[in-house]
């Protein structure tokens, strides 16, 4: 059960769009961004607020890859594999940041809900590559090395 | 302050342009994306204190005020993309007489710039761009830069991106003001008609046409979309443009609107782009509070209001059909055409859609007429076009230049040729849905018609430059996986066909092909090709293809002799010791997690390759260098 306060927050979110159904997808990425994932029992409420049925509600946010509806960690890891990436040997990062971890291709999140490791296709700053994204943070020109630094200085960060 | 009629809207302009040249020096730092993740935002705070704190500096001052000589007036301001992503942070001193462009600017050199080149007329040398012994003072000196022809870009790395008077100052509205107080609408799409602009998002559609069916609907409401999805993984021009020079965009938009009499415009922007979400979202607020959206803007009885929608991480939501149905709430799916967008698009109703760099031209075309657009580029392709010149290359970057402008002279003109003097091998074009040009296309001038005569296609203007380090195989499984992961899985073509052509390709680099599975992949690739629903499907198998075509001798070795060249192939790597290096320490042995390797002290070691896991870790802990992978 989630207490009140997450709902106070859905309803004032949901006050940013309106009620319509348009603003399905507004409200459910501030409520992603809020909370870093997307609880089930919001997008039951939200559905009902704003006057789409629950069943679609589900449909479309199983749709689009941004949702989550598993709770992630504190910082979430986007490693970027778009082209400009890949050319440049962005595998190895994502592998050493797995291995540093402990997490693989199923597992994104470390038990003590620190990290999430996730791949995406391009944050725009291929000029850069190889890159990744902690939170909404671009760090450039990455390495294995500089990758397993950064997590060390972010568990240093959070202690 | 309210700008409700022409006279108003022209005296800020003044008042503007006054403040611009007021300023004795400008400090212009670069805070687009990549130069914002070397951390150009700090560079910009730390000139901002350093300003403040010196004395003898105005930084706050009124167009009017008389100059007083001992003060120094300097502004410091933060730009879109300068280019050379690569060197950032980008820092250009901007002085009556000249410009400097200064590359890897760090905090401490702030001091040193501002006391040598603001205050002073010195030139920190070590910071200026370095080619081959020689440097560069400013940014038109410069190769990469001065190869250029810049209409979209036009105002990137000069004006403040969030400054809506920098962009009138900069003679920005200038084209809206014009068509609403001297053109009627038909006369703006004729224009844009007349100078043959293509659409930049991959399609090549002309605009003018599109424009023109919109406005012949008998159906009133009408809406404009700007499709800022740059689904393309590897490619930021439409970023650039969106978080760069944010009102060029808009006012791109606004004549769309005014020339098709829409009432509503929505930007659909790529989930991955906060900055551009931020700047659109700051432009947008400017311009509403000072009139110039909303209801009778400029006094005219033009009303135009704009939204914002992030995407939610799907490619296909690029798609026209599919982006509508996003905004309007739904799952972003293709549906069958026709109807058109421009006869049912967003709610049904008539919609032009158009691509963000097709919008940021349309101001310059209104200002400067057709016939000086059609002067830039080919008789089939007018104008310019952006790309995003990234992979195996020496300056990475964003550039734009006329269309038909050759891959020879982009890749080593202007982007100084292939990454630490490896060999050229191939160019992917388009991203997914384009494919590679090679050696014998260097020069083929890039222009709609002429690339995709090879098997290629312009596309949004994604350039990956690939050298011998690149597998051409590895290359198409990897697109073939995003396409895959990407399919909405609508039609059953795209959805099976694409999943049994990456299988194959797995299958293949993984060592395992069969020789049978080069056909197979082509005629998979034809009917995927030939029976997929929308534009996803239909260019998923066109990497492959041209791969096929342009490489087969790379997938034969990777089936038959069990060969990467560009040992990128992990199964197909052997690893091996030298015996001449190897001194006998025994280390790999302890470190091999499977026992592959076997030897004797202080004499030598050998690797079993039958039961080696390529793992790397004997040739990360050898202390002699003496491990080696064949390819
Ligand atoms: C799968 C798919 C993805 C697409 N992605 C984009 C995109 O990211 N940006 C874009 O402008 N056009 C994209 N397009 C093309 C659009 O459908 C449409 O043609 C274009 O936005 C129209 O604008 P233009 O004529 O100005 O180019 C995509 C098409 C397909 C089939
Ligand atoms: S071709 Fe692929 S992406 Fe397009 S509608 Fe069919 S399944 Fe969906
Ligand atoms: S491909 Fe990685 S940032 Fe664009």
Redesign the pocket.
Known sequence: MLDQSYYQMTDEIIGRYGKAPASLIPILQDIQEEYRYLPGELLTYVAGEIGVKEAKAYSVATFYENFSFEQKGKYVIKV???????V?K?APVLEALLKELGLSKKKHTTDDMLFTVET????????????LMVNEE?HPTMTPEKAIELIQELRGESR | MMMDSKEKILAVREEEIQKLNASDCRILVCSGTGCIATGSHKIYEKFMELVQDTPGIEIEFAPHDSHDEKEEKVSVKKTGCQGVCELGPLVRIQKKDKVIQYTKVQIEDCQEILERSVLEDEVVERLLYKKKGKAYLGPDDIPFIAKQTRIALKNCGKFDAESMGEYLASGGFGAIIKALYEMTPEEVVDAVDKSGIRGRGGGGFPAGRKWKQVARQPEKIRYVVCNGDEGD????MDGSVMEGDPFRLIEGMMLAAYAVSAQNGYIYVRAEYPMSVARLKHAIACMEEAGLLGDHILGTDFSFQLHINRGAGAFVCGEGSALTASIEGNRGMPRVKPPRTVEKGLWEKPTVLNNVETFANIPEIILNGPDWYRGIGTESSPGTKTF?L?GAIENTGLIEVPMGTTLREIIFDIGGGVKEGGTFKAVQIGGPSGGCLTEKHLDVPLDFDSVKKYGAIVGSGGLVVMDEHTCMVEVARFFMSFTQRESCGKCVPCREGTKRMLEILEKIVAGEGEIEDIDRLKELGEMVKSMALCGLGKSAPLPVLSTLREFMDEYVEHIQDKKCRAKVCQSLRRFMINPEFCKGCGKCAKNCPVGAITGVRKEFYHIDTSICIKCNACKDNCAFDAIYIEA
């Open positions: 970027c594999d778009g082209t400009a990436c890949h440049r962005s995406v296709s391009c944050l725009g700053a291929c000029g850069l590559a190889p890159t671009v | 993984p590897g490619a930021f995003s990234t």
